[in-house]
């Protein structure tokens, strides 16, 4: 491999998956190194005046300031536009910096947005609270209904926005109509794929025009470091996000980019075990606790669907029981392997309350209206042997009356 083989997309888009998540986007220095750069800079040196006028005006290629655009920064974004089948890809500082950026950018006083109810709760304070306070509206609805996507059109939407499998409920989004329906009404589709990333789904193939990323999660996989990414359109990138960013400066640090770029090269191997493992754990759960949320079981109201979108079930899933937050708190206290964190993607096994953690801000009653219960746990299955989880969910199941 030649020191900028890695960017030449006439070659790397011929390339397989797992070809790509290890060498697309590297690029070589003068040094030849195989493990990539990390370029620690905040800023650049120029031969002479001419070349910085012509790099600010956008005249010839390079580096100018790395809130613009870094060497390590861009060959992780090359990277996840090369994997999730996207002309390009903007790396965000977090997966909420992403959320941000992929909808104010495009979106002005008077517009209007439809939103799935069930999301992570920020990304519904983002919808609720900050959108309306620029004069911006949202409808929210219940995503798995495609009639609800239809009805809540208006003159002026203009974005739809939703995730899927939706954090924590596990609502599955039946994205080749919705983005077909954005598309008959000149909407702009909007894909938190954060749950699955990539390798076990492309929402691209589906019709997305934009898909955003937590790549804290299942990307870096193993608790390390905060990022996000925004995938679109050339088009979109440069002339709708690329202004935001420039000047508001929701950036990815190099040192972060780099961690998350060498997650990438395990991503697949990752995604998958976790998804067989977590399949195993939620059979073993499926029958011991009242309801369970997981698109790999046919129990899953939306197994089919869920199937026919994603490669693997992800590691994520819910469970809910019947003694509400009690319940759920004695359950988590019993852990001896399992941890107790509001984390997700991660090589590790953890699990949370999400009403009392990562919903906790969006009240009672907006957790009731999203299907956020007392009683719901949800687990992220790592790459522990799963025997020995469910040992530990087996004893700590016990203690809870289970």
């Given at each position: 491999?030649?020191?900028?083989?890695?960017?030449?997309?006439?070659?790397?888009?011929?390339?397989?998956?797992?070809?790509?998540?290890?060498?697309?986007?590297?690029?070589?220095?003068?040094?030849?190194?195989?493990?990539?750069?990390l370029f620690l800079s905040s800023g650049f040196?120029?031969?002479?005046?001419?070349?910085?006028?012509?790099?600010?005006?956008?005249?010839a290629e390079g580096m100018t300031y790395s809130r613009l655009?870094?060497?390590?920064?861009?060959?992780?974004?090359?990277?996840i536009a090369l994997m999730e089948g996207a002309?390009?890809?903007?790396?965000?500082?977090?997966?909420?910096?992403?959320?941000?950026?992929?909808?104010?950018?495009?979106?002005?006083q008077g517009d209007h947005v439809v939103a799935a109810r069930a999301a992570f709760g920020s990304c519904r304070w983002l919808t609720d609270n900050l959108l309306p306070k620029w004069g911006i509206t949202t409808t929210t609805i219940d995503s798995r209904d495609n009639d609800a996507w239809k009805a809540a059109i208006q003159p002026n939407t203009k974005v739809f926005f939703f995730e899927t499998p939706a954090n924590p409920t596990m609502d599955i989004v039946d994205m080749a109509y919705v983005c077909g329906l954005a598309k008959e009404h000149g909407i702009t589709t909007v894909v938190d794929n954060a749950f699955a990333t990539s390798v076990l789904q492309r929402p691209m193939d589906y019709g997305a025009d934009v898909v955003a990323?937590?790549?804290?999660?299942?990307?870096?996989g193993q608790g390390r470091v905060?990022?996000?990414?925004?995938?679109?359109?050339?088009?979109?990138?440069?002339?709708?996000?690329?202004?935001?960013?420039?000047?508001?400066?929701?950036?990815?640090?190099?040192?972060?980019?780099?961690?998350?770029h060498k997650g990438l090269e395990t991503l697949e191997l990752r995604a998958m075990r976790q998804s067989e493992n977590a399949l195993k754990v939620g059979k073993f759960?499926?029958?011991?606790?009242?309801?369970?949320?997981?698109?790999?079981?046919?129990s899953h109201p939306q197994h089919n669907l869920a199937m026919s979108q994603m490669k693997a079930c992800g590691p994520i899933f819910s469970f809910i029981l019947d003694g509400g937050r009690k319940q759920a708190h004695q359950l988590l206290n019993a852990l001896q392997l399992i941890d107790i964190s509001n984390n997700i993607g991660d090589a590790r096994s953890l699990m949370c309350h999400p009403a009392s953690s990562t919903h906790h801000g969006m009240g009672p009653e907006g957790r009731e209206a999203m299907g956020v219960g007392e009683g719901?746990?949800?687990?992220?299955?790592?790459?522990?042997?799963?025997?020995?989880?469910?040992?530990?969910?087996?004893?700590a199941l016990k203690v809870a009356g289970l």
């Open positions: 491999m030649k020191k900028t083989t890695g960017l030449d997309r006439s070659l790397t888009s011929k390339w397989r998956p797992a070809t790509q998540a290890i060498r697309g986007g590297t690029w070589r220095s003068e040094h030849g190194e195989t493990s990539e750069a040196t120029y031969d002479d005046a001419e070349t910085v006028a012509a790099r600010f005006a956008g005249e655009q870094n060497p390590t920064v861009q060959m992780l974004e090359e990277r002309e390009a890809c903007r790396a965000q500082a977090t997966g909420m910096a992403a959320m941000t950026t992929a909808l104010l950018c495009q979106l002005e990323y937590s790549a804290t999660k299942l990307m870096d905060l990022a996000g990414a925004v995938c679109g359109t050339q088009k979109w990138i440069d002339e709708v996000l690329l202004p935001f960013q420039r000047n508001t400066g929701p950036n990815l640090s190099p040192f972060n980019a780099w961690v998350v759960m499926e029958g011991r606790v009242p309801t369970i949320l997981h698109p790999g079981l046919a719901m746990l949800r687990i992220n299955v790592g790459l522990e042997d799963p025997q020995d989880l469910i040992d530990d969910l087996d004893q």
